[in-house]
């Protein structure tokens, strides 16, 4: 049975059965209790609840072994309020977000225009620019503690051979270059993501625009500015929020890269909480960590979802 | 003529970009330590496929791959089971309290791993589920859900409208409509969501990390992490088990990467 062939079979009398409050549809409401059951009781208990307890838990004293827990107020905030460690590395993932809202969203969208005039290699191209993206954080982290290795990894060695030794550094250990060797890593990795939604956003341009623009003289920059520009508008402001959020969150790679280092320069904040917790067992300033930085990564989700909703 | 041509230069430039690394890594694990660290040449002059071996073996990859493989097929089907039935109700059925649970699935998909991993640790703890599959495939399972249900309550909302009531009027029960009418129509739905589930819940690493301490249970991502920070193994072995952990991504995705960049802007543009 296709759907084609279910279409215009129904008869208007079975339409009718279907109004709220007839046998069929209240059979059909009950149905619809059982299947959204499972959905909203595993997100009652494994979302939900812990999401609640971390507010709990951002008031209480816990070391991660003992059974009890005990209030302590305010405290746990007041200790992170002086966490500086934990402050610079909301200053770090903001540059992270920062790089990639300049660099990363200006490759994403020149990438997508090239690719969408190109006539041959089309879907290599798309499938080469997003392949970083299914990478998992702990492989790039691999990957990029290899290229950047300071003897051995191939950025120093090609700096060497072309008589450039001078450019040369301990790119992940230095605290000069290590916080902007992490921001690379990171655009590299997520750009094919807002390549991607910009390339659908262009693909489902009407051409009409462009010929409307041709006809009145635009060439070039001015299509792109008064016709292409404010057309993705909306694909830029999701692209933006969702590599910002994207940014703020990097761990893994942070983790296996630097794990921090050196001296907390390359410290992000799910690091931070992770270290709090499972490392100095202070898990309630470690909740206290994650309930300010949750609070304003969901500030941003908000944001997001306003925007995409705005935009239907 | 020469605007193509540098157009395909530019395109030329960022692929490489895109893939270097991934072929540095692919070279780097079949040289010895000695071209890795001395080498003068870029290719190896003998391939090492001894390497993948001694990798497989010293990194217990035969234990942390068929972990991820479990933790992956079973966290995925349950996402598409419990998904695709809230998306379904959510679609095409009308009931009291819907809006309601709408706009509940778009308020916990907004809460993200960062505030919540901590809690989700001591809950496990008090469910005795820390070191256990079951715990952490239903925390995978649960985050997965409100995306999923989302993206398949958009498939099941473009389906034609009255094709329950035609299936009921040919005496079809409502059960078995949804699996026998609905499903099949919905598939390409299924597929964006398994695809990026899928992708996601392989690569998962943050729960990994937080929930295990056993190094049976243990998926690929966290044993590589484990392999690394173990008796400082060689460069080119790590380099082989990294390899050995992403070539199934790499290639499920050249052979998917439709279905991966459709299942990425449905899931972005929801």
Redo the contacts between chains.
């Keep these: 049975?296709t759907?084609r062939s279910?279409?215009g079979?129904?008869?208007p009398r079975?339409?009718a059965?279907?109004r709220?409050g007839s046998p069929?549809?209240r059979?059909?409401?009950l149905?619809?209790?059982v299947?959204?059951f499972?959905?909203?009781i595993?997100?009652a208990?494994?979302?939900?609840?812990?999401?609640?307890?971390?507010i709990v838990?951002s008031f209480q004293d816990?070391d991660?072994v003992s059974a009890g827990t005990s209030y302590v107020g305010l405290a746990n905030y007041k200790f992170v309020l002086h966490d500086t460690v934990f402050w610079s590395s909301m200053r770090n993932v903001l540059i992270f977000g920062a790089a990639g809202f300049l660099i990363g969203n200006a490759?994403s969208l020149g990438?997508a225009m090239?690719?969408n005039?190109?006539h041959h290699?089309k879907?290599?191209?798309?499938?080469?620019?997003?392949?970083?993206?299914?990478?998992?954080?702990?492989?790039i982290g691999?990957?990029?503690s290899?290229?950047l290795a300071p003897?051995?990894g191939?950025l120093n060695r090609m700096l060497g051979s072309v008589g450039l030794s001078g450019l040369q550094h301990n790119w992940l250990e230095d605290p000069a270059t290590a916080l902007p060797a992490v921001a690379a890593v990171f655009l590299?990795y997520h750009w094919?993501?807002g390549f991607?939604?910009y390339l659908?956003g262009l693909q489902d341009m009407p051409v009409e625009l462009y010929e409307a623009a041709s006809l009145d003289g635009a060439r070039g920059w001015a299509t792109f500015r008064y016709v292409t520009w404010p057309e993705l508008l909306p694909v830029t402001a999701?692209v933006s929020l969702?590599t910002l959020?994207g940014a703020l969150?990097v761990?893994?790679t942070v983790?296996?890269l630097t794990n921090g280092g050196p001296a907390d320069h390359t410290m992000v904040?799910?690091l931070r909480?992770?270290e709090e917790?499972?490392t100095n067992r202070r898990?309630g300033s470690?909740?206290a960590m994650?309930?300010i930085?949750?609070?304003a990564?969901?500030l941003l989700?908000?944001l997001?979802?306003w925007f995409?909703r705005r935009k239907r | 003529m020469t605007k193509r041509v540098g157009l395909y230069g530019l395109l030329s430039v960022a692929a490489v970009g895109a893939l270097f690394p991934i072929v540095w890594l692919l070279i780097g694990s079949l040289q010895t330590s000695d071209e890795l660290y001395r080498g003068k040449h870029l290719l190896p002059a003998k391939p090492q496929w001894s390497n993948y071996l001694t990798a497989w073996t010293d990194g217990d990859l035969g234990t942390y791959l068929p972990n991820s493989v479990i933790y992956t097929v079973s966290a995925v089907a349950g996402i598409l089971v419990v998904s695709s039935m809230a998306g379904y109700a959510l679609a095409r059925i009308d009931f009291r309290g819907k809006a309601a649970v709408t706009f509940g699935l778009l308020a916990v998909m907004i809460i993200p791993a960062p505030a919540s991993f901590i809690a989700q640790y001591k809950l496990m703890i008090s469910l005795g589920m820390t070191n256990s599959r079951l715990g952490y495939v239903l925390i995978l399972i649960s985050a997965g859900i409100p995306i999923s249900s989302l993206i398949m309550r958009g498939f099941f909302a473009n389906l034609p409208k009255d094709l329950e009531e035609a299936a009921a009027l040919d005496g079809s029960s409502s059960l078995n409509t949804f699996a026998r009418v609905i499903l099949p129509l919905a598939r390409p739905g299924l597929i964006a969501v398994a695809v990026i589930q899928g992708l996601s819940v392989w690569n998962e690493y943050l729960l990994a990390l937080v929930l295990f301490d056993d190094d049976t249970l243990m998926p690929i991502q966290r044993g590589l992490t484990n392999f690394v920070s173990a008796e400082t193994p060689v460069q080119n072995i790590l380099l082989a088990a990294t390899a050995i952990s992403v070539l199934p991504v790499v290639v499920f995705y050249v052979f998917a990467q439709r279905q991966v960049v459709q299942g990425i802007s449905s899931g972005a543009l929801k």
């Design positions: 049975m759907a279910l279409e079979v129904v008869l079975a339409r059965t279907a709220r069929l549809a059979r059909r409401a149905m619809a209790y299947f959204l499972p959905a909203v595993l997100l208990v494994f979302t939900l609840v812990p999401f609640v307890q971390a838990l816990w991660g490759l990438m090239a690719v005039r190109v290699g879907a290599f191209f798309r499938t080469a620019f997003y392949l970083p993206g299914v990478f998992s954080v702990v492989v691999m990957m990029f290899w290229l003897n051995a191939i590299w094919g993501f991607i939604l659908a999701i969702l959020l969150q761990f893994g983790q296996v904040p799910t909480i992770y917790a499972f898990f470690a909740a994650s309930v930085f949750g609070g990564l969901v989700a908000v997001h979802l995409s």
